[in-house]
């Protein structure tokens, strides 16, 4: 098994750009999250899924947008990037709501 | 509301010492669960342990042991003979059934040769 793999690895975005990073789970996962990490901040929740087409706002969710078509694919857009929104990105998923997160190996994103 | 606290920031250790990393959270749950989570200088994260509140029985894998004390709020996390693959951040993370899993802010544990 994978695990949770993302796509890309990394990339440049100049400002106003819009760009899509794909989550994937071969772990049979109903819930699926994504975070962002920042120094000095921790691991922030942006949005989460709950279930295949499902999407729910996290923690920080201004700027993104999430969508969950397939069970095992998660997908975090942003229409419009903006400076603030360089960070490295997580997604992760869990068999339950209680249940331990796996997290993706994360998705380094520079906006310049 | 929650929180985690890993109030050491960075610790930096000789090779094969013992290190502690701490954790105190806070919660008014009576059920919640309790994750360490290690981040290597690669970048992505793995999982360590859950622990759940009802289970305060100490777990050893390994050279990793770990503290869970409901009376202090603490749930720490030992090395024992530290080695240099265990340089990482390590994460303390807290989930209750209405909230979100809260991080603390990591501690970067350094172990040299």
């Known amino acids: 098994n994978a695990g949770v793999t993302q796509t890309p690895k990394f990339r440049v975005l100049k400002t106003g750009q819009s760009m899509t990073l794909l989550c994937a789970q071969d772990m049979n996962h109903e819930y699926m999250y994504w975070y962002r990490q920042d120094p000095g901040m921790g691991l922030r929740l942006i949005h989460y899924?709950?279930?295949?087409?499902?999407?729910a706002k996290g923690e920080v969710p201004d700027g993104y947008n999430v969508s969950r078509l397939k069970k095992q694919n998660f997908l975090l857009g942003l229409e419009s990037a903006a400076p603030s929104q360089t960070s490295v990105y997580f997604c992760?998923?869990?068999?339950?709501?209680?249940?331990?997160?796996?997290f993706g190996p994360g998705t380094r994103l520079l906006v310049l | 509301a929650q929180k985690v606290t890993q109030a050491q920031t960075e610790i930096s250790v000789v090779e094969k010492e013992d290190v502690t990393l701490d954790c105190v959270y806070e919660?008014?749950?009576?059920?919640?669960?309790l994750f360490w989570y290690k981040q290597p200088p690669s970048g992505e994260l793995v999982f360590l342990i859950r622990?759940?509140?009802?289970?305060?029985k100490n777990e050893i894998s390994g050279r990793y042991s770990w503290n869970f004390q409901k009376s202090t709020s603490s749930f720490n996390f030992t090395i024992t003979a530290s080695q240099v693959v265990d340089s990482a951040v390590y994460f303390c993370?807290?989930?209750?059934?209405?909230?979100?899993?809260?991080f603390g802010e990591g501690t970067q544990l350094t172990v040299n040769p």
């Open positions: 992760a998923s869990s068999y339950g709501k209680q249940e331990t997160q796996y």
């Open positions: 993370a807290l989930k209750t059934s209405g909230s979100r899993l809260t």
């Open positions: 899924s709950v279930g295949e087409g499902t999407t």
């Open positions: 622990r759940n509140s009802f289970d305060e």
């Open positions: 919660t008014r749950d009576t059920t919640y669960y």
